[in-house]
């Protein structure tokens, strides 16, 4: 039996690891609570895991931009189930990357959804855990912050930031019991990239959301999701600029 809390439960790549976690221990009858802003969607999540044979201890409806409402429903959740053994956090948004490049509004809109929020949710988090001596946090960023392209650059830079929090974090968890996993996902075919022309690139939400379960179990703390990305990011990261602005299916918008 294990407690899992999953912030952003709303989104396909969680809702799909949930029921990994479900799927995979029908026997073990997990303690889940569920955090999102969509109440009909946690809903339907929360009763496909119990039908699984799994328990809900609760469900929390809150936009994560109140950061103080965040706050109260992780402490809730806490007191719910007692421990976290996983913390997941899932949400974000890639926004409008134009719009961010002319409307402040938009740019920050961007980086407190990719950034602020989890930075805040991951302080509440530290200090509901750091005491239990045992436990996982993962949280969900992206192949985009590992270098600024024209085209995402605004949300790329928000999960770029995170991972260096993540980083941080990491080490000062270290040895204490507490794993901080960074899961950095390569583009999914999800309700996130519905507008985007899918190529070759694209992961189902299948698939990333079983490399993120199974990475869970692992003593790796950092993930591309799928792994090649790690080869992939590993020479973008190093193109010399002169290079990378030549290669336009890299600099183009
Ligand atoms: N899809 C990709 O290509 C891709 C690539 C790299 C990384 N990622 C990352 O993977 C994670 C999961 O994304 P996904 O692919 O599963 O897309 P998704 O289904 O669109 O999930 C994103 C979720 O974030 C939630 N969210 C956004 N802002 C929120 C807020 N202020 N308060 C509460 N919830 C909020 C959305 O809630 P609503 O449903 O209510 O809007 C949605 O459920 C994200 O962190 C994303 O950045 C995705």
Do not use: C
């Amino acid at each position: 039996m294990s407690t899992i809390l999953i912030l952003g439960a709303t989104s396909a790549v969680a809702g799909r690891i949930a029921r990994y976690f479900a799927e995979e221990h029908q026997e073990s009858n997990h303690h889940f609570f569920l955090v999102g802003r969509r109440d009909e969607s946690l809903q339907a999540l929360s009763s496909e895991l119990v039908m699984l044979g799994h328990s809900v201890a609760g469900v929390g409806v809150v936009d994560f931009m109140d950061i103080e409402a965040t706050g109260q429903v992780i402490r809730d959740a806490y007191a719910a189930l007692g421990s976290f053994d996983y913390a997941l956090i899932a949400h974000g948004m890639i926004g409008d990357q134009l719009l961010s490049e002319s409307q402040v509004s938009e740019a920050l809109h961007i980086v407190d959804t990719n950034y602020r929020t989890v930075v805040a949710q991951l302080v509440v988090l530290h200090g509901l855990m750091s005491s239990q001596f045992h436990g996982k946090i993962g949280v969900i960023t992206s192949v985009a912050g590992d270098r600024g392209r024209p085209r995402n650059f605004t949300y790329g830079s928000a999960k770029g930031a995170l991972h260096l929090y993540l980083q941080g974090m990491r080490s000062v968890a270290w040895g204490s019991g507490l794993q901080i996993y960074t899961f950095k996902l390569g583009p999914v075919d999800s309700p996130m990239t519905v507008d985007h022309e899918k190529n070759f690139s694209f992961t189902s939400v299948d698939d990333a959301a079983r490399h993120i379960y199974q990475a869970f179990e692992s003593r790796r703390y950092v993930h591309y999701v799928p792994g090649y990305w790690a080869w992939v990011m590993w020479v973008v990261r190093w193109l010399p600029e002169r290079l990378f602005q030549k290669l336009g299916f890299l600099s183009d918008r």
